[in-house]
């Protein structure tokens, strides 16, 4: 029974030291998540953009190469 008080008693003293330390833990956690988050947004609309950009851009730079293909001749398949 003794050794059970012992063991309350060591966990409380290293809730106590890590309380003090989870301050900066807690703010780099909610840093992390907030990243996380932003990042998983960021690449969201990344994939979006590229979905519906890839063609339209390679139509612009075609249109502008040197040749100059008309817009007939970009989008045919011969």
Do not use: C
Request: net charge positive.
């Amino acid at each position: 029974m003794a050794s059970r008080v012992a063991l309350k008693a060591g966990k409380g003293k290293n809730v106590k030291k890590s309380a003090a330390a989870g301050e900066d833990e807690g703010s780099v956690a909610v840093a992390a998540k907030f990243v996380k988050e932003w990042s998983t947004w960021t690449m969201k609309k990344a994939k979006v953009i590229t979905h519906y950009g890839f063609i339209p851009l390679v139509i612009i730079i075609g249109m502008n190469s040197d040749p100059k293909p008309s817009l007939s001749q970009l989008l045919s398949p011969v």
